[in-house]
Each structure stands twice: as structure tokens, then as C-alpha cells.
């Protein structure tokens, strides 16, 4: 069975400083990775994916996300932190080798940026 | 609509009530998820639909829970005789069908079990 875990219930970070959100991965198959970001009270927002070709994957917001096979992570990243990037920050796979699966989710980080 | 909508917004029923939770996807999207989120944890998956037949249901609790999709657009969850364990925001989510695409998500019902 496929499962996400992110490590770091919250991770802080100054604005204007790297910040690093960490998720590692475990599919029987190859994986299908992708980013959301929560905001109070909405929905999940789609940030970006990996689904094959190049490791380092760019998506929405100036974010960033590495897919690293050995160590089994995808970690999302950006260069410069702004206070407006504080939100709840899931991680999510699915399973390429297992057709008709859903997208399963890790329990979330909360990123808090500080101005 | 542009976007996933879900009706309620916000529903309070009493323990042993029946409860249903109505999910509009993006038109065109075959796929349809529902998750459930409780406080403080990730949306887990509860079924599945591509088109209008369960693709995956393993994520639904127990047989009080039953989701159906009809005409392959519109999905109802049901779930019958409540229990406060039930309290949490519903979640649900259409896309373009396949494992490539991204999950557009509606902004949840909210189910409190008194």
C-alpha cells in the first residue's frame, strides 16, 4: 500500500530565508507526487507535481520540489520566503503501477513564515 | 460553476440522524474523490468514482457510509446513523480522470455530530 509521511508538524522560517517542507514517499511501483497548499477555511490548492523526467519540478508561487528516488522523498522547497506562504502544506502520492488508486496524503506541515 | 462545489457548506445533525452531502465537479472532469479531513490531519480518501461506477471505495469507515454517481457529474455522500466520530470536513475533489492529473478540490462541508 502507498503512504506519505511528512516528518515536521511545523516548520518556521524569517522572511526572505530558504525554506525546505519535507516528504518522504513508500509505493510498491514508481510514484506520482504532487504538492497542496491549504489556507484557513478553504479548499486544497494545487501547487505542483512530479511525474516523470526531470528531478527538480517547478510549480505555482515560485515553489520548487525535488524528487529524489533513492532516498524516497520529494521535498518542497523555495528560495525566498514570504509571510504569505504561512499555510498547512500537504504531500501526496499515488502509485503509478496501480491503475484506478486515489491520491493518498500525508497529515500535513504547517509552515509558519515571520516577517 | 468554475469550480468544485459542495452543498452544505456547514451541516449540524444530531447522533443516529441521516445525513447527505452533495459534490458538483468541474464540468468535464470524470473523476470524482471524496476525502475526509479531521482537525489537525490530511484529507484521507474515502472512495473513488471515474465516470459513474466506484473505482475504489477501500477508504469508506464501514457500511454507514455510501456514495453514489449516477450520471457520472454529480455525487452524493450518504451516510446513515451518525455518530460524533463523524464530525469532520468532507472533502471533495474532480479531475480529468487518469493518475497524471491534478485533484481540483470544492472548499468542503463541514459535518458536526451533536
Known amino acids: 500500500a502507498q503512504s506519505v509521511a511528512q516528518p515536521e508538524d511545523q516548520v518556521n522560517v524569517a522572511e526572505g530565508n530558504p525554506l525546505t517542507v519535507k516528504c518522504t514517499y513508500s509505493v510498491s511501483g514508481n510514484p506520482y507526487l504532487f504538492w497542496y497548499v491549504q489556507y484557513p477555511n478553504r479548499g486544497l490548492q494545487f501547487l505542483l507535481k512530479y511525474i516523470t523526467g526531470d528531478n527538480l519540478v517547478k510549480g505555482s508561487y515560485g515553489f520548487e520540489a525535488e524528487f529524489n528516488k533513492s532516498q524516497t522523498s520529494f521535498h518542497l522547497k523555495k528560495p525566498s520566503a514570504l509571510v504569505s506562504d504561512s499555510a498547512l502544506y500537504f504531500c501526496a502520492v499515488r502509485d503509478v503501477n496501480q491503475a484506478g488508486t486515489a491520491l493518498i496524503f500525508g497529515k500535513g506541515t504547517t509552515l509558519s513564515v515571520s516577517s | 460553476g468554475a469550480g468544485v462545489s459542495q452543498t452544505p457548506s456547514n451541516k449540524v445533525t444530531e447522533k443516529g440522524k441521516y445525513v447527505e452531502l452533495r459534490c458538483d465537479p468541474i464540468?468535464?472532469?470524470?473523476?470524482l474523490y471524496w476525502y475526509r479531513q479531521s482537525l489537525g490531519q490530511g484529507p484521507e480518501f474515502l472512495i473513488y468514482f471515474q465516470g459513474t461506477g466506484a473505482a475504489d471505495d477501500s477508504g469508506l469507515p464501514n457500511d454507514r457510509f455510501f456514495a453514489v454517481r449516477p450520471e457520472g457529474s454529480v455525487s452524493t455522500l450518504k451516510i446513515q446513523r451518525t455518530e460524533r466520530g463523524d464530525s469532520a470536513v468532507y472533502l471533495c475533489a474532480s479531475s480529468f480522470g487518469g493518475a497524471t492529473g491534478e485533484l481540483f478540490f470544492g472548499e468542503g462541508s463541514r459535518l458536526t455530530v451533536l
Open positions: 464540468s468535464g472532469h470524470t473523476a
